[in-house]
């Protein structure tokens, strides 16, 4: 199961008791913003995506959507989401707990600037019931991203 993956990542850190587990879903925004008795736009949801023959996961925050005109030309392609029954072979996270933590060799991470405005955003940690507390500065050092990107609007934007 990926949390007990992620959950070993994390005791290499010395973090793996900050993981919070539910007893109910945290699979959606909504959800996990419920679990968590927090705004949705505190979520870092992680979409995935096919960028040419690599797997891109990029965290963004609860309350924006992919804008495809930036994510075309941050990627000089159109967006294309993995599909559901791919997540979990390719990335090592199944869907409602995909995270940037503890994922397969040659996927990629990429954190969104619609996080920057928050001082602690909510991951989930691989499964469909759970979450940590990080900030900007811990997201970036356990995510391993490759680098902050520029592609979502929010879903109130035209």
Wanted: proline fraction near 1%; glycine fraction near 6%.
């Amino acid at each position: 199961m990926s949390i007990e993956k992620v959950k070993k990542y994390f005791e290499g850190y010395g973090i793996a008791d900050r993981i919070l587990i539910f007893d109910v879903s945290s699979a959606t925004v909504e959800l996990a913003a419920k679990a968590l008795g927090c705004e949705e736009s505190r979520i870092a949801k992680t979409i995935s995506f096919h960028v040419g023959d690599r797997v891109a996961l990029i965290v963004t925050a609860g309350d924006v959507k992919i804008d495809n005109a930036k994510y075309k030309a941050r990627f000089a392609q159109k967006a294309k989401m993995l599909a559901y029954e791919e997540a979990e072979d390719l990335i090592g996270h199944a869907v409602g707990g995909v995270c940037p933590f503890a994922v397969n060799d040659g996927v990629d991470v990429y954190l969104d600037e619609s996080l920057k405005r928050f001082k602690t955003v909510y991951p989930a940690c691989g499964s469909s019931n759970s979450a940590i507390e990080m900030t900007m500065e811990e997201l970036e050092k356990y995510s391993g991203y490759k680098c902050w990107v520029d592609v979502c609007k929010l879903k109130t934007e035209a």
